[in-house]
Antibody
């Protein structure tokens, strides 16, 4: 069964840091783009970052550039999001997502994890 | 950045009726457009990609149409499990991959 399981969310103070993880199973992780998508409470979906299968290319939404870093460990079938200088408006559920149907591209997101909640508050 | 605009924000429909949701792109995305369904407390689920192709396991009552800047998601006969929020997303010009703000389909 194809599965993505996020972890690492929690409560952090403004200016603090957090590292999210996503464990993948049921598919050849090293063949696919991986993404983080977030959803603020009561709001819509926002793509945050993604990373090429071999880790050689990474893209970020402007609002997190210079603060967040996406990475992956293909040997461990794991995706990460290092979040620094966190702000209140980073408060959201963070989903790990991928596109298994469009390899080698990253088009629509056909597999999602259950999400992990990040709350930035003093 | 391509801005995706969905309308209406909320759609009130009776079970068994047809629902028509709209999505407009700020510039052409050709047919590189997906639709998602999200129920409360759950992750989004892919319904449609390529503007009109149903994803695996999606019932035939869901259909997508359009190209360029105007797109439509139609649910031909609403079932109880279809009351949810629906999002469109473009993947033609990236980064960023962008979503609409969502349309909530509620019971009339």
């Amino acid at each position: 069964e194809v599965q993505l399981v996020e972890s690492g969310g929690g409560l952090v103070q403004p200016g603090g840091s957090l590292r999210l993880s996503c464990a993948a199973s049921g598919f050849t992780f090293s063949n696919y783009w991986m993404s983080w998508v977030r959803q603020a409470p009561g709001k819509g979906l926002q793509w945050v970052a993604n990373i090429k299968p071999d880790g050689s290319e990474k893209f970020y939404v402007d609002s997190v550039k210079g603060r967040f870093t996406i990475s992956r460990d293909n040997a461990r079938n794991s995706l990460y999001l290092q979040m620094n200088s966190l702000r209140a408006d980073d408060t959201a559920i963070y989903y790990c997502a991928t596109d298994l149907a469009s390899r080698p591209r990253n088009d629509a997101f056909d597999i999602w994890g259950q999400g992990t909640m990040v709350t930035v508050s003093s | 950045e391509i801005v995706m605009t969905q309308s209406p924000a909320t759609l009130s429909v009776s079970p068994g009726e047809r629902a028509t949701l709209s999505c407009r792109a700020s510039q052409s995305v050709t047919t590189n457009l997906a639709w998602y369904q999200q129920k409360r407390g759950q992750a989004p689920r892919l319904l449609i990609y390529g503007a009109s192709t149903r994803a695996t396991g999606i019932p035939a009552r869901f259909s997508g149409s359009g190209s360029g800047t105007e797109f439509t998601l139609t649910i031909s006969s609403l079932q109880s499990e279809d009351f949810a929020t629906y999002y469109c997303q473009q993947y033609n010009n990236w980064p960023p991959w962008t979503f609409g703000q969502g349309t909530k389909v509620e019971i009339k």
